[in-house]
């Protein structure tokens, strides 16, 4: 019987007791502390493994202080691990880190001093420093951005590579220059986390941090290559068969990728695509050449199944419907602009450069895997051909029953599936086209002449206020409505003071997640327009839009979207604006706030000085408030009108928090901090909405107020629906009497039960409502 070394098992109730300080100081979860006890055990494990490999039977005191160097370091990961779900004192973690990284200076110093410098002790000190900076890379990530890992992943995709290429294993002689390169990457990644820099020089150190470690890698890489015949490195015998399981695996992996959110579970681990089966049978059977092209081809197509199942997740969690190639390659320039208007160009660059980058390794990866499963399976036809014929029949036999789990066909045919899919909506968006060809032909205000449009609104400002992602999510059936309810109500006795009144329903949006145009439109139009198609077959057309209709009875219509920063010339040519104002032409020389380029307070104060005190004409407009776009990250506060100026306040009175640009990944992670963000935003657009109605003293002012779309999954769920509040606010009664048999219950915030209405059908409705007359029926 082996014995076991006493040595690395006093880091079991060191560990232990460690966690159980960290635990009564902060609230140690169960993820973090199966973390530290997974962490331990290995530690232990591998210890015992390297003094029985180098017939040790002591650790020595130099080993014994990397010994208690990496139960700290294991107590960082733990720490770092509960900061996903809870606030986390930074200064604790920082404080650990700092102690585990000095003690890197006693150690080897201790080990040389006594004489006992050992290869183990060489291995275990490095291995610690490298896992100490993986650990601090993570946990910088919502600090710098996710390119920062690469610090921490560097040893790691080191020894990756040299299961590939042994001579990567080959000796070195001890590189002094290597430990100062360590050692300044875990000084930088500790002050970067300790926030005691701001967040540009701190990049700034870490991009440096990531160049010497990068030219220090490059110079170990480059030396071992011009020795790698030298001292030649046996590839271990296990590395052939784990490439060959690894290959295998993605290919698998790769076609059942769900098509949908709500399918990403564990069920799809069990099921059998028919496209292996084909693959593995052609493997089997075809010749040498042809067998490596098929295979090729293969991989190739296998990673467009990969970019289609990967898009269809993504539209189904932004927008809840699947890609369509027809017309959702339109999308590219708004998710560019969004890119651009979130993270700057440099941002842009960067995350496109990644984006191109991955979809290149992606093949590659595919192509791989193919190629080697085909190998794999050729060489070795006997053990495959009956692996083969029993997954084809479990394959028949659960087709023909119908066998599912958790939803999911055991017998599945994914690739054939998605292309089925996709050649499907293109068939339905070519048939839509004809469809919503007839729908424009029809429009009962068409020929209506000005003196007969909108008759009860004569001497009114009329407002359409789109409040970005403004769902149903945000006022019922989510652990955050609550919050905005209460602004509501406040909202509601706020404006009964001023002599306002609010009635309030539902509208089906046709978008969600986003795409916002398309809600904008159809609203405008009475159309239903759900795809970015029938959106620019509407633009080519004359139909009457509510602001058109304005206009033509008299109004002076503006538009008001502080997001645009391009011409929009469909503006004055489709909806009938007289004035279009953006990004740059209302006077903000203040912050940009992430997506949002004026803050929304700043949007209608401008416009009460540019539009309502400036003209005397009775103003018709649609404002967007986009303080609520996703994803919610840093947020303005409300000011003192009088100290608006040109904006520069808000570079004090921003949320509290981390800026937009340093706390965008931290929000993205986690769905909670999504919500509770959303929620402070739509509160923030709602407050400012209000606070405007009462410093514009306009009681002449008439405003819709609604929201263009639920938020994106992550934050409405996977199952919700497509209603937005809607709300019909005004000073005259005689406004809301025109609205009375529509249902509407009293106040901002809709009754559960009234009535949903189609978003389409409001235009007709309105101008039905306030004395327009159809010329047809």
Request: proline share 6%; with cysteine.
């Amino acid at each position: 019987m082996r014995a076991v070394h006493s040595g690395p098992l006093t880091v079991l109730p060191g560990v232990a007791a460690l966690l159980a300080l960290l635990t009564a100081a902060v609230g140690l979860g169960v993820p973090a502390l199966v973390t530290g006890a997974v962490l331990t055990v290995l530690l232990w494990l591998l210890l015992e493994r390297g003094m029985r490999r180098d017939g040790l039977t002591d650790l020595g005191p130099a080993n014994h202080v990397t010994l208690v160097r990496a139960a700290l370091v294991i107590a960082v990961a733990t720490l770092v691990v509960q900061s996903w779900s809870t606030d986390v004192p930074r200064a604790l973690t920082v404080t650990v880190s700092v102690i585990a990284l000095s003690l890197d200076l006693v150690d080897g110093r201790l080990a040389r001093a006594r004489g006992c410098v050992t290869r183990l002790g060489a291995e275990f000190d490095m291995e610690t420093d490298a896992f100490l900076i993986l650990v601090l890379s993570v946990y910088v990530v919502p600090i710098a951005g996710a390119w920062v890992l690469l610090i921490g992943l560097a040893r790691y995709l080191l020894l990756l590579a040299t299961a590939v290429w042994p001579w990567l294993g080959g000796p070195m002689a001890p590189r002094p220059w290597a430990r100062v390169v360590a050692a300044v990457d875990g000084v930088v990644l500790v002050v970067t986390a300790s926030e005691v820099l701001p967040t540009s020089v701190a990049r700034a150190l870490l991009l440096a941090a990531l160049g010497l470690l990068v030219a220090s890698f490059g110079r170990q890489v480059v030396a071992l290559w011009s020795r790698r015949h030298e001292h030649p490195v046996p590839r271990s015998p296990l590395v052939s068969p784990v490439l060959n399981t690894v290959a295998l695996v993605l290919v698998w992996l790769a076609l059942v990728v769900p098509q949908r959110p709500d399918q990403l579970t564990a069920a799809v681990l069990l099921g059998i695509p028919v496209e292996l089966l084909v693959f593995l049978a052609l493997a089997l059977v075809l010749p040498s050449v042809w067998g490596r092209a098929v295979a090729a081809l293969a991989g190739v197509m296998l990673a467009v199944v990969v970019v289609g199942s990967v898009l269809n997740l993504g539209f189904y969690e932004a927008f809840d419907h699947p890609f369509n190639p027809l017309t959702d390659p339109g999308y590219l320039g708004s998710g560019l602009d969004l890119m651009h208007a979130s993270l700057g160009q440099g941002g842009e660059i960067v995350v496109g450069s990644l984006i191109l980058l991955g979809f290149a390794a992606g093949i590659a990866v595919c192509v791989w895997s193919v190629l080697r499963t085909r190998r794999t399976v050729r060489s070795a036809p006997r053990v495959w051909t009956p692996v083969l014929v029993s997954l084809t029949l479990v394959w028949a036999v659960a087709g023909l029953g119908g066998a599912r789990v958790g939803g999911i066909p055991v017998a599945g045919t994914p690739a054939a599936s998605l292309v089925s899919g996709q050649v499907d909506e293109v068939r339905a968006e070519l048939r839509d086209r004809a469809v919503f060809e007839q729908d424009l032909t029809h429009d009962a205000y068409a020929l209506t002449p000005g003196r007969d449009l909108l008759t009860r609104l004569r001497g009114k400002d009329v407002l359409v206020v789109f409040v970005e992602s403004y769902g149903r999510v945000a006022v019922e059936d989510s652990w955050f409505a609550p919050q905005i309810d209460r602004t509501l109500t406040s909202a509601d006795r706020h404006l009964g003071g001023l002599g306002f009144h609010a009635r309030s329903g539902w509208l089906e949006s046709p978008t969600f997640g986003g795409i916002s145009w398309l809600a904008h439109s159809t609203l405008q139009t009475g159309l239903w327009i759900d795809s970015q198609q029938r959106y620019d077959q509407v633009l080519g057309t004359d139909r009457l839009t509510l602001s058109s209709a304005f206009k033509k009875a008299g109004w002076r219509t503006v538009s008001d979207v502080p997001s645009d920063w391009h011409a929009w010339p469909e503006g004055k040519q489709f909806y009938g604006f007289h004035r279009m104002y953006g990004a740059y032409d209302v006077g903000y020389d203040g912050p940009r706030l992430g997506y949002s380029r004026v803050p929304d307070q700043f949007t209608l104060g401008a416009f009460d000085d540019l539009e309502l005190r400036a003209h005397r004409r009775p103003v018709m407009a649609e404002i967007d408030l986009d303080s609520s776009h996703a994803p919610w990250t840093s947020l303005p506060r409300l000011v003192p009108w009088s100290s608006l100026g040109d904006g520069t306040i808000f570079n004090t009175v921003r949320d509290a928090g981390v800026p937009y640009d340093t706390s965008l990944l931290a929000t993205l992670a986690h769905p909670h901090a999504q919500q509770t963000r959303y929620a402070r935003s739509i509160r923030y657009s709602l407050r400012s909405l209000v606070s405007f109605v009462h410093h514009a003293h306009d009681k002449n002012l008439v405003m819709v107020v609604l929201g263009d779309h639920q938020p994106h999954a992550g934050v409405s769920g996977n199952d919700a629906s497509h209603n937005v509040p809607v709300s019909l606010v005004a000073h005259d009664p005689a406004v809301l009497r025109q609205i009375s048999g529509w249902g509407w219950s009293h106040g901002l915030q809709p009754a559960s039960a009234t009535p949903v209405l189609p978003m389409n059908d409001f235009r007709d409705r309105f101008l039905s409502a306030f004395g327009s007359r159809p010329t047809t029926p």
